[in-house]
Each structure stands twice: as structure tokens, then as C-alpha cells.
């Protein structure tokens, strides 16, 4: 169904369009995300058919302040009450055991939930004047690269939701790191801006799914979806000299001097930028007609993993 999309900058509008059972898409820190109020059964329906997402595919609870995560958790361990104290607001979810409150369509049926309290301050302002906590998945369709701008949110979801807040560009452009603190031993579920060494200062018990067993694992079912993957191929590549311009049009995204005769690339002079050009230069390499995007993989630390595991992904491979 076409509906009308409010275009908007105020957030006393887009919170009065959510309030009313409405879909409203909103910047954060880390990409914009795409909110129904959680007391509004209708909307929640509503955002998981606009974005084309699995049902079974959970949605972070957004909040305004840390004092919120006591509306939708039953309960918390010391390990998160720590990183809550550490990290938040921030580009941190935490997957805590839910409560009463948080309906079974946000969880996708389970009995955790993920809660993040963003430090955007529009995002902030938004979720203040939200009449209840907002879960909001990424702005994007299902399966594309995710939305660090206003512009994205149109280009996938304009027709689709009732309003979009519009804000700056993300200033992360990477998903929140996640770690679920549900079970016995908190567990890294997805890396992001917030690195795997930062948690372990604060709590050094933190593994990654690789060294768990099997059947220890909990469940982040998003993660077996294909996620953030332009129409381009993804090449994944550590030296620029091995690239192969037969495949052209092609184009380069990375760290490393810009190869020859790429038809478009982005040298970025960090990691932190790497991440945050790295959707927004995915979107201008499908509206430019590009063919492959040579991607530097960058190693396994710091920043470096998110920035990984976000390329494994949208080539396929992981
Ligand atoms: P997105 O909001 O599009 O970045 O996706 C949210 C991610 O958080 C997905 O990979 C979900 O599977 C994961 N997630 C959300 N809630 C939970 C939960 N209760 N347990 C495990 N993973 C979760
Ligand atoms: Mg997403």
C-alpha cells in the first residue's frame, strides 16, 4: 500500500505521528532507525512489512534515558548493570531478560530483548517524547545496506512509512555492538563502534560466538539473514595491487592509496571513517552503475572487526 510520508524536522511532529500508532523513521548515532512505539500492536505489524523483515527477526527496544531500561527488563546481571554504567547512551545494545511489557512481536517470540539507549541527541529528544519505548530496526529494506542518511530512508521506505525525521548523517554509520548479558556469561553478538577490547575493560569475561559451543548458543536469529549487500559484488581485497580491472565498472573503498583506473573510490584516511562511508558509498556504487566493489578487509581488532564483519556479510561469506 502507497501511503504519504511526512517529511519532517521537527520532533515534536514525528513524536505526535508515532504517538498516534504511526512508523517513523529517525536519525541515531550509529544509522537511522525505523520506529513503532512498543504499546502500538498495529504499528509494530505495520514497520515489519514496510521494511520487508522476517517475523522471526527481533527488534531493539530504543530508550531515552538508562532510568528506562527497568520499564522492559525483568532483570539485570552485575556484567550489564557495568556496561550500562560504562556505555550508555551510546552505540551499545544489551540483550537483557524481558518483561511483561515488551510484546512477543519486538522479540520475535523470545524471552530477552535488546535495549539501547542512543546518544544522538534528536534521537534523545524523540524517544523522550515517545509515550512508550520505540523498537526500531535499521531504516533500510531487509537485506540492503543500511541507512546513514535521510536521503537512504527515502530511497527505500518513502510510500512505505508515515514519517521521517530528518537529521545529519550518522556520525558512526556501523549498527550498535551487541552483547547479550541474558545468560550465564555475556556473549559479543554483533561488533560495532563500541570494540570487543572497550567491553573487556569493563568486563574481561566477554567471548564472541566463534569460541562458544553449539548448543550454548543464544539466539540472534537476524544474523543468519543476508544483510548490507548492494546490487554491486563485493570483492574483498588486502593489497590494491591485486586488483583486476577487467571486471569493470568497478570501484574501491578503503584505506589504502586509490588504485588506477577505478571507475569510482573513497580513500579514507581512518577506520572510523571506513565505517561510517561505508553504506553511504555501497548506495552511490548501485546508483552509479558499478559492477564490483573492491573492498580492503581490514584485520580483526578495534574498529577493524565491525568494519569485517560487515563486509564478510555483504559479500556472502559469512
Ligand atoms: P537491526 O535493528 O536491523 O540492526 O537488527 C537488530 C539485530 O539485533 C538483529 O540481528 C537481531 O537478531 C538482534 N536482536 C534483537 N533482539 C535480540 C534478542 N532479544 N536476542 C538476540 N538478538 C537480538
Ligand atoms: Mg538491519
Redesign the pocket.
Known amino acids: 500500500m502507497i501511503m504519504h510520508t511526512t517529511l519532517t524536522d521537527s520532533v515534536e511532529e514525528a513524536a505526535a505521528i508515532l504517538n498516534s500508532g504511526g512508523v517513523v523513521a529517525f536519525p541515531t548515532e550509529t544509522v537511522y532507525g525505523l520506529g513503532a512505539g512498543i504499546c502500538h500492536p498495529e504499528a509494530l505489524l505495520r514497520l515489519f512489512r514496510a521494511k520487508g523483515r522476517p517475523a522471526d527477526?527481533?527488534?531493539?527496544v530504543h530508550l531515552s534515558s538508562v532510568g528506562q531500561v527497568a520499564e522492559v527488563a525483568s532483570s539485570l546481571s552485575l556484567q550489564a548493570e557495568q556496561l550500562i554504567e560504562r556505555f550508555f547512551p551510546g552505540p551499545l545494545?544489551l540483550?537483557l531478560k524481558k518483561n511483561f511489557s515488551v510484546p512477543y512481536t519486538v522479540?520475535a517470540g523470545?524471552e530477552?530483548?535488546?535495549v539501547r539507549c542512543p546518544a544522538n541527541l534528536v534521537a534523545r529528544e524523540f524517544l523522550r517524547l515517545a509515550c512508550c519505548p520505540v523498537a526500531?530496526?535499521?531504516a533500510n529494506r531487509s537485506g540492503l545496506p543500511?541507512a546513514t542518511s535521510w536521503e537512504a530512508v527515502m530511497q527505500d521506505l518513502d510510500g512505505k512509512i508515515d514519517c521521517l525525521l530528518r537529521g545529519t548523517p550518522s556520525a558512526i554509520g556501523l549498527?550498535?555492538t551487541?552483547v547479550?548479558c541474558s545468560g550465564e556469561r555475556p556473549l559479543l553478538?554483533?561488533a560495532g563502534a563500541i570494540t570487543l577490547e572497550q567491553l573487556r575493560t569493563v568486563v574481561p569475561e566477554i567471548t564472541t560466538v566463534a569460541v562458544t559451543e553449539p548448543e550454548e548458543r543464544?539466539?540472534?536469529?537476524?544474523?543468519k539473514y543476508p544483510h548490507y549487500a548492494p546490487k554491486a559484488s563485493i570483492l574483498l581485497c588486502t593489497e590494491v595491487e591485486k586488483i583486476d580491472l577487467n571486471e569493470s565498472p568497478a570501484a574501491y573503498i578503503g584505506t589504502a592509496a586509490q588504485p588506477k583506473g577505478v571507475a569510482l573510490f573513497k580513500v579514507c584516511s581512518s577506520l572510523e571513517e571506513y565505517g561510517r562511508e561505508l553504506f553511504r558509498f555501497f548506495r552511490l556504487c548501485d546508483a552509479s552503475g558499478i559492477g564490483v566493489i573492491y573492498c580492503e578487509l581490514p584485520s580483526d581488532e578495534g574498529l577493524g572487526r565491525a568494519i569485517r564483519d560487515r563486509l564478510m556479510r555483504a559479500a556472502g561469506l559469512a
Open positions: 527477526n527481533p527488534l531493539i545494545t540483550v522479540t523470545l530477552t530483548v535488546g526500531a530496526p535499521s543500511s549498527e550498535s551487541i547479550d553478538l554483533r543464544p539466539k540472534c536469529p537476524g544474523l
